[in-house]
């Protein structure tokens, strides 16, 4: 609490100081963050959005997920990646605000701590960066997340995966080039044991990342694979 007042906590979004004993986002904002309802996909987590009459009653997974086979079994997602969810993000990967990411895993504990318990996972494994971004930034933003999820729930956090290649930003390519990028971009260590792992990263939207860790986690000998994701792409449909 005495650090509360040196220390004053802000709001993820807005990045405004909030009165004292408060947390999470303001009251201004908590309405602009959007958490991923149901029905979602079940390969991704993403919001599925309202089904035409008849129309997606069947589908279960969404467009991309359809369309590429993922070698994840499955995956929870917080939020729908709109504009507040984007500052929260900002904040947490190039502004320092380490503690937003115990905000957004006290979320994700609140919202889905009982469905995550039920995969009965043995580790929670947080995407690695390469470790000339990490010497920039001073962290890596998913395993903050994970310690804070892990703080939360009974899981231990294990740093199963390495980035081994430096990839410069890859927007501007294909799903295509930029997986066989990502693929050789990650290598697992010490996974024999490990039967289920939770995949920790703060965003989801192409899957290139969660797809190649999962890869490597598979290769090394883990069992199965799912992503536990603080934002999701809204689906382009
Ligand atoms: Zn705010
Ligand atoms: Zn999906």
Same mark, same amino acid.
């Given at each position: 609490m005495i650090l509360d007042l040196i220390y004053p906590r802000r709001c993820p979004v807005c990045g405004g100081v909030l009165p004292f004993g408060e947390s999470g986002a303001c009251p201004d904002c908590a309405g602009e963050l959007s958490f991923v309802a149901q029905p979602a996909c079940m390969g991704c987590g993403k919001e599925l959005g309202q089904s035409g009459p008849g129309r997606f009653s069947q589908e279960e997974y969404c467009p991309d997920c359809l369309r590429c086979r993922r070698s994840f079994s499955g995956g929870i997602a917080l939020l729908n990646y709109n504009?507040? &969810?984007r500052k929260v993000m900002a904040g947490l990967k190039y502004k320092n605000q380490r503690e937003y990411a115990d905000f957004l895993a006290a979320e994700m504990t609140k919202r889905h701590g009982r469905q995550i318990l039920r995969l009965g996972a043995d580790a929670l494994v947080p995407v690695p960066v390469h470790k000339r971004r990490r010497r920039e930034r001073g962290y890596n933003q998913a395993e903050l997340l994970a310690k804070g999820l892990s703080r939360r729930l009974p899981i231990p956090v294990k740093r199963l995966l390495l980035r081994v290649e430096y990839t410069e930003a890859q927007k501007k390519l294909g799903y295509e080039a930029r997986q066989k990028n990502e693929e050789r971009a990650f290598r697992a260590v010490h996974a024999a044991r490990i039967g289920r792992a939770l995949l920790v990263d703060d965003i989801? !939207?192409?899957?290139?990342? &969660?797809?190649?860790? !999962?890869? &490597?986690?598979l290769s090394a000998g883990v069992s199965q694979v799912f992503l536990l994701n603080m934002a999701v792409g809204i689906s382009r449909r």
């Open positions: 504009d507040a &969810a989801y !939207t192409t899957g290139a990342t &969660a797809e190649a860790c !999962t890869k &490597a986690l």
